[in-house]
């Protein structure tokens, strides 16, 4: 029998990004393609800034790519076709290609939902977002997809927030920006989503200590000064590893075609690589 619609036997994927070295969806990737038997499939990364990138989507022929910064948004014009919510972020973080034609789609959005959710995290009535980049675009669609219609973004320089506020609008969410300095006045919210990167939330952990929920990006190294704060506090606490692991098992399925991925056998590759990372450098 041929392929089914949709389906492919074999198929060459990767990540791009810069820095590219650390990331985990290679083990990720890969550990999905062992538990489905696809022996045909494989998954590299690739160190690539936006200079680079026109170049990289031309030099194979690619199945998939997953991109991380700081291409998500650069790559929308290298594009065919683009999801209408990739189009609503503003942001591209998977680019499938078939038959010639690539399709860029967001999986960050997804990622986010399925990690509250997997939590246990109780739908949010009001939510915090600290930082203004592209991780923030995908937190406030996340919110949008659970429901709410208002939100507030804390950023080192509202005057920078321009595009996040476009893409607030664009998803219909009545946006506040706020700088850090007024961080302790906004905090009366039911989740905090933090995407600043490791350690940049370090100085604000006493002032969160008391939200009810957070979900930290960071995955390493974990917890977060941010996250343990707020789990000493009581509050629920969901870590980036959660978000990178539902993005990535969507992008398998999207990729490959398949509508069912081994998500434990994603984790447990992922969790044992952060571990292996943890006591190298410990």
């Not at 991109?67 to 209408?84: E, F, G, H, I, Q």
């Not at 203004?132 to 429901?147: C, K, V």
């Not at 506040?176 to 989740?191: I, P, Q, Y």
Request: some cysteine; charged content about 20%; proline content about 5%.
């Amino acid at each position: 029998m041929g392929e089914e619609r949709g389906v492919r036997t074999t198929g060459r994927a990767a990540v791009l990004g810069s820095p590219i070295a650390h990331s985990l969806s290679p083990y990720l990737h890969r550990a999905a393609y062992q538990a489905m038997g696809l022996t045909g499939w494989t998954y590299e990364a690739h160190e690539c800034d936006e200079a680079r990138l026109p170049a990289l989507l031309d030099s194979a022929d690619w199945a998939g790519l997953s991109l991380t910064m700081p291409l998500k948004r650069a790559v929308l014009p290298l594009l065919d076709t683009v999801s209408d919510l990739a189009v609503e972020v503003g942001g591209a973080n998977t680019v499938v290609f078939t038959d010639g034609v690539r399709h860029g789609d967001n999986t960050d959005v997804y990622g986010i939902e399925r990690a509250l959710g997997e939590a246990g995290v109780p739908t949010p009535g009001s939510a915090l977002v600290l930082g203004a980049g592209a991780t923030a675009a995908s937190a406030l669609a996340a919110l949008r997809n659970l429901g709410l219609r208002t939100a507030t973004l804390v950023a080192r320089d509202p005057a920078r927030a321009g595009e996040t506020i476009e893409v607030a609008e664009r998803l219909g969410v009545a946006l506040a920006v706020a700088s850090f300095d007024k961080l302790e006045a906004l905090l009366e919210v039911d989740l905090v989503v933090s995407t600043l990167p490791g350690g940049a939330a370090d100085s604000f952990a006493g002032q969160l200590a008391r939200v009810p929920a957070l979900l930290d990006v960071v995955y390493a190294p974990w917890p977060t000064r941010l996250a343990a704060s707020v789990e000493a506090g009581g509050g629920k606490v969901v870590g980036g590893f959660a978000m990178l692991l539902h993005q990535a098992v969507r992008q398998v399925e999207l990729m490959t075609g398949r509508p069912v991925v081994p998500v434990e056998a994603m984790r447990a590759a992922g969790e044992a690589e952060i571990l292996r990372r943890a006591t190298r450098t410990g």
